[in-house]
DNA sequence: TTTTTACTTTAAAATCGTTCTAAACTACTT
DNA sequence: AAGTAGTTTAGAACGATTTTAAAGTAAAAA
């Protein structure tokens, strides 16, 4: 499927500065990036663009399922390509993720999810500290 | 011990605004916060204080382990009086956060850890949305 | 096609949470 | 009591993100 009809596929129309950005991010390379890196990846790629459109992209992108949003206490929001469900090792004095594949961590007990809520995603964050 | 302890303790000074503070956050009752609801607890305690202030403090606190600080995506900090290791369940549409006990989730197989570094803890965090 | 409509992009301003600055203050040491 | 090192403060500054409102463009209707 290309990228016109991935945006169609979720509603999205296919804008000339959506298919840029898709063209930078669903080619099927997992990854992690802030608004500020992808700008700069349209920068290099001959393209440009307002930051609002590239917010308004990402926002739509991940509300419509094409991108993650990563659960992080960093100032940056930092979103994921990888939109399967998986886990993260954070270097904490860089703030680098690295992904673990869901497979590699087995959640063998998990509590009673509160009335009236559904279980709509788990992510482990495994923190991690250089040795010394 | 008294907050006064507890303070000179982690090596830091008991002024009187970080005493303020300690009484209002180190009282055994676990609960997630705000820069902005701390102020206005303070503010409704009969007490005042610069909100630089209270970011200073709650920097100082997170780092000698007093208090910690959340992993979300939201805009605003979120920070925890609950040192101990634990997870948390957060409802998607308002944000809010439950606390789920270390004991209630099993983690049966982890990856291994990458070179060079060690596991300075694992957070896992379950996403609900409302059941329809 | 052409026209219409709804959605999208944009630069610039605005906003929001947080940090910085530098002067006044205060806890602790001498 | 005096010195000094750390702390608080208001207000300015900052950086990430959102809003604004006007111009542009994709899709639908005629």
Redesign the interface.
């Known amino acids: 499927m290309n990228n016109k009809e991935k945006l169609r596929n979720v509603g999205l129309r296919p804008t000339k500065q959506r298919m840029i950005i898709a063209k930078i991010l669903l080619n099927g390379v997992n990854r992690h990036f802030t608004a500020e890196n992808l700008q700069n990846e349209i920068n290099s790629s001959g393209n440009s663009m307002s930051i609002a459109t590239i917010y308004n992209c990402l926002k739509k992108f991940r509300n419509c399922g094409l991108i993650k ?5 960093k100032e940056t ?2 979103f994921d390509t990888n939109i399967n469900q998986h886990h993260h ?4 004095e860089t703030g680098e993720l ?1 992904d ?1 594949e869901n497979e ?8 009673e ?2 009335k ?16 010394i």
Chains 1, 2 share one sequence.
Do not use: C, H, M, T
């Not at 949003?69 to 206490?73: A, D, I, N």
């Not at 090792?89 to 904490?92: A, I, K, S, Y």
């Open positions: 949003q990563v659960e992080s206490s929001a930092i090792f954070l270097d904490e690295i673990i590699e961590i087995n959640l063998f007990k998990l509590p999810i509160p009236g809520y559904v279980n709509s995603g788990v992510e482990v964050l495994i923190k991690l500290r250089r040795q």
